[in-house]
């Protein structure tokens, strides 16, 4: 299945601050801001068509988010 590249206007629109925000909050999150040392990661990239959901977000930590990357890459998934 060949990946489906999201365009710069959607990968802006799924990555503005008040999504995000709104996500966190729906996350758990009263205030809308992650704790120190937290990221939202995207189970399904933005840029090949996820979308920032509850449902395809979480919440790791930095060095963790870290590592989930460099082996997407490394599988060539990235």
Not at 6 to 21: C, F, G, I, M, N
């Amino acid at each position: 299945m060949a990946k489906r590249k999201a365009t710069k206007a959607q990968v802006k629109k799924e990555r503005s601050p008040a999504k995000v925000k709104k996500v966190i909050k729906q996350k758990g999150h009263k205030s809308g801001k992650l704790p120190k040392g937290k990221e939202l990661h995207h189970v399904k990239p933005v840029a090949e068509g996820g979308k920032t959901t509850k449902k395809n977000t979480r919440v790791v930590p930095k060095a963790n988010h870290k590592k989930i990357h460099k082996n997407r890459r490394k599988k060539g998934k990235i």
